[in-house]
């Protein structure tokens, strides 16, 4: 086990509605970083938080939207949610700075499973 | 930008036979990549990493991969394959300098038969 947690572990929501994932670092870890795995697919870089700030951002639209608090635990928040936004959502710890760090490999949670109907 | 390419959707291999797992890179500059595995309703697991230095490394539970950057292939490899590692496997790259984003492939369902 990683030591990151994510909660809730499933979660089913309807079209046009928010949620609000929540994830808890590893001990020692100061950058969280999100990514949405569909299906049959790899993980989809969202985005990255260091110190509580945004630090990077992939291919994802505004709706999609994050927090890190001081203790270095993480929300993401997707609005206005669509069919396609149905995945498995991992949370990823790491130690490092802006430009990449000394934690070089990320761990994982166990990640929250969102189906939209 | 950064990007995987794991040619094979799914690998199968004999019990107590050597496993392979490809992957090749595209990424500028010197890469850092990884390999982690991810069971059934899991997330993903850490195996190994190539940052610099020596072109083999080994990981967790006997696995090892080759970096060969003339190639630009990062192939995990393990000498004899056990039933328990059934799984799928992702190969992963991030560019040397940046955040730590990581670009995964479409990753490799690996299926050991006893």
């Known amino acids: 086990e990683t030591g990151v947690t994510q909660s809730p572990t499933h979660l089913i929501k309807t079209r046009g509605q928010q949620v609000t994932l929540r994830c808890s670092s590893q001990s020692g870890h100061n950058t969280v970083s999100w990514y949405q795995q569909a299906l049959g697919q790899g993980p989809q870089f969202i985005f990255q938080y260091y110190r509580e700030e945004e630090n990077g951002r992939g291919n994802f639209p505004p709706r999609f939207s994050g927090l890190q608090f001081p203790n270095y635990s993480s929300e993401l928040n997707v609005n206005a949610l669509e069919l396609d936004d149905s995945a498995l959502y991992l949370c990823?710890?790491?130690?490092?700075?802006?430009?990449?760090?000394?934690?070089?490999?990320?761990?994982f949670g166990p990640g929250t499973r969102l189906t939209v109907t | 930008a950064q990007s995987v390419a794991q040619p094979e959707d799914q690998v199968n291999v004999a019990e107590g036979n050597p496993l392979t797992v490809k992957c090749t890179y595209s990424v500028s500059g010197n890469p850092y990549l990884f390999w982690y595995v991810q069971y059934p309703n899991r997330g993903l697991q850490f195996l190994l990493k190539y940052i610099t230095g020596d072109n083999l490394v080994k990981g967790s539970y006997g696995f090892e991969a080759e970096f060969n950057k003339s190639q630009t292939s990062f192939h995990l490899k393990k000498p004899s394959a056990l039933v328990s590692d059934s799984a799928l496997y992702f190969c992963a790259v991030r560019e040397l300098y940046g955040n730590n984003r990581l670009a995964f492939g479409k990753g490799n369902q690996v299926v050991v038969i006893p």
């Open positions: 990823a710890s790491s130690f490092g700075g802006r430009a990449g760090g000394v934690t070089y490999e990320q761990y």
